[in-house]
């Protein structure tokens, strides 16, 4: 099981993908899933309303 090191990243807290394709990028969590396999994702929203999901653990809270 996938243990998540942002257990207090909340919807609507400010991110930036630390790791991953979206490197760099930052935005507010939107919407977070689990998936079967344990991995948790999480859609975060652009300002500039460019939308992309990624791993939790590939975002660091601001």
């Not at 630390?18 to 939107?30: D, F, N, Q, R, V």
């Not at 998936?35 to 653990?57: M, N, P, Y």
Request: glycine residues 10%.
């Amino acid at each position: 099981m996938e243990i998540d090191n942002n257990e207090d990243l909340k919807s609507g807290d400010a991110c930036i993908a630390i790791k991953g394709t979206h490197k760099g990028k930052t935005g507010m969590a939107a919407d977070f899933n689990k998936s079967k396999t344990g991995h948790v994702t999480i859609t975060v929203v652009q300002s500039d309303g460019e939308r992309f999901k990624t791993l939790a653990r590939n975002v660091k809270k601001q």
